[in-house]
């Protein structure tokens, strides 16, 4: 086991079939070419498995039972949320390995807390992304400053593979709200986006056009969750509006790769705020087509999911943003 470095302040057989893989082969490679690029092949390579098994990996484990369950992504020790594609990495770690606990962190924080990562504990890998300005010298023999973008990996354990740590990290958990005052709550959430949601026929979408978003009639789901989970991908694509967040992935006909990108980043959206709001995400009956557009645009651009979950978190991000605030906000 080896002892990674302090997390930055910022930021075996085969599993069964239905579950993800563990991340067994995401150690990175040693030598000259260990770099980005292998990072995001590594990363991308892990969900590719994932939804060739029919997982989702940006599905939260919805049996968690923690004290901390109801902030649904997973935190770090200090009780911070990660954020974009590390949410997928560690939601898909915790349905493999079958943690409840959405708490992480790395070796020495776990040792600050008094805690000691248990014998065989294998660590999932995040990654950390940030920007540095280098100076650089020029042709005329002046300086230019430069922002450099770059990324590395670490790896954290689940507070499941640590003893000793103190008891915030091992609480039972509270009870899920009510059914009643989760629908409520979603309600309300998804009417103070502001969005003109119209109802009749029988599919959803968002037309960009009119900048509305049409969804059946609430009878025709099987139950409310599944209304507010759809309602939720919608309002994902709602955002990408020129008057919101003027998201353009490049979609000109049904079913083209920038079709398939701006669906994932809806879908991903939508998993995310479904987390946020303590609904379970709703698998579509057309679910099967939609992965294999997925299937093909992660196999050829291997920056795509993280591209994908860093906008879908802006969308979640703005729909939370058009949400009222209290009194001590």
């Not at 390995?97 to 070796?107: E, K, Q, V």
């Not at 005329?140 to 499941?160: L, S």
């Not at 939508?270 to 987390?275: I, P, R």
Request: net charge negative; with cysteine.
């Amino acid at each position: 086991m080896t002892t990674p470095q302090q997390e930055p302040t910022p930021g075996g057989s085969p599993p069964p079939a239905g579950r993800a893989e563990p991340f067994r082969d995401l150690t990175p490679p040693r030598g000259p070419n260990a770099g980005r690029e292998d990072l995001y092949s590594r990363v991308t390579n892990q969900i590719l498995a994932d939804l060739e098994k029919g997982v989702r990996p940006w599905t939260k484990p919805w049996d968690a039972e923690h004290a901390a369950g109801r902030i649904a992504r997973p935190l770090r020790s200090n009780g911070q949320p990660y954020r974009g594609v590390n949410v997928l990495l560690l939601w898909s770690s915790a349905v493999a390995n079958g943690f409840a606990a959405p708490l992480w962190m790395t070796f020495n924080q776990a040792k600050e807390l008094g805690g000691r990562v248990k014998a065989g504990s294998k660590g999932t890998p995040v990654v950390y992304a940030d920007r540095i300005t280098k100076t650089e010298a020029k042709e005329d023999g002046g300086e230019e400053e430069k922002e450099v973008f770059f990324m590395k990996q670490y790896t954290v354990f689940n507070a499941e593979q640590v003893a000793g740590l103190p008891g915030r990290f091992y609480a039972p958990a509270a009870p899920r709200l009510d059914p009643v005052d989760r629908i409520e709550r979603a309600e309300a959430f998804c009417r103070a986006t502001g969005a003109d949601v119209r109802h009749g026929g029988n599919s959803a979408y968002y037309a960009q056009g009119d900048d509305r978003v049409q969804m059946p009639p609430f009878e025709a789901f099987r139950d409310a969750e599944g209304y507010y989970a759809t309602l939720l991908h919608e309002l994902a694509h709602w955002t990408k509006h020129e008057a919101r967040l003027d998201r353009d992935l490049g979609r000109r006909r049904f079913g083209d790769e920038g079709y398939a990108r701006e669906e994932l980043v809806a879908e991903i959206g939508a998993s995310f705020l479904c987390a946020d709001l303590d609904l379970e995400p709703v698998v579509r009956e057309d679910h099967a087509a939609y992965v294999a557009h997925w299937l093909k645009v992660l196999a050829d651009d291997k920056r795509a999911i993280f591209v994908a979950a860093a906008l879908a978190e802006k969308a979640a991000g703005h729909l939370h943003a058009l949400q009222p605030r209290g009194p001590d906000a």
